[in-house]
């Protein structure tokens, strides 16, 4: 029994628009928010009532909650890219939506690599504050990003 190959491809983007985001999906999200919402508050206020640098309980709690936005991260990338894929059928999101997950996808690498690199001596002193200049403010671009696609998502599901 032979099948057309062409038939089974175009079948596959209504079937996988049909299907809603995974339990995983939304739990890697979710742990990904609250972990970002717990970074933002030790580090964007932090700096905005001007305490910074971060010292003591604050920076332990910052530091604490870095790994489990980093896997949040990188399971809201494993789970959602696919339905967020631009040209792609296979979602109902905007386009502004996608646009907004990828960006903070891409904050959300530079703030990973911006808080990792300077534990190594490879940049120096000049180097360092440099990433943490960019550290600060791609976090502080990530929270934004964050806030307007969960105001999206919460718009488009009616």
């Known amino acids: 029994m032979a099948t057309n190959p062409s038939q089974s491809q175009s079948q596959a983007p209504s079937a996988a628009a049909e299907l809603p985001i995974s339990k995983l999906g939304k739990f890697a999200y979710f742990l990904m928010a609250i972990?970002?919402?717990?970074l933002a508050a030790t580090g964007i206020l932090t700096f905005a009532t001007g305490h910074a640098p971060m010292t003591h309980?604050?920076?332990?709690?910052?530091?604490?909650?870095?790994?489990?936005?980093?896997?949040g991260l990188?399971?809201?990338s494993l789970t959602w890219s696919d339905r967020n894929r631009f040209g792609c059928a296979?979602?109902?999101?905007s386009c502004v939506t996608k646009t907004l997950l990828w960006?903070?996808?891409?904050?959300?690498?530079v703030v990973i690599l911006t808080g990792v690199v300077?534990?190594?001596?490879i940049f120096g002193t000049p180097g360092q504050h440099i990433l943490y200049l960019t550290h600060r403010y791609a976090g502080i671009t990530m929270a934004g990003l964050l806030i307007l696609h969960l105001l999206n998502l919460v718009r488009e599901k009616g």
Request: glycine letters at 6%; a positive charge.
């Open 57 to 71: 309980w604050t920076l332990m709690l910052h530091v604490s909650a870095a790994p489990v936005f980093a896997i």
């Open 118 to 121: 300077p534990m190594t001596p």
């Open 90 to 93: 296979c979602g109902q999101r």
């Open 103 to 109: 960006l903070i996808l891409l904050c959300g690498l």
């Open 35 to 38: 972990s970002a919402l717990v």
């Open 74 to 76: 990188a399971l809201v």
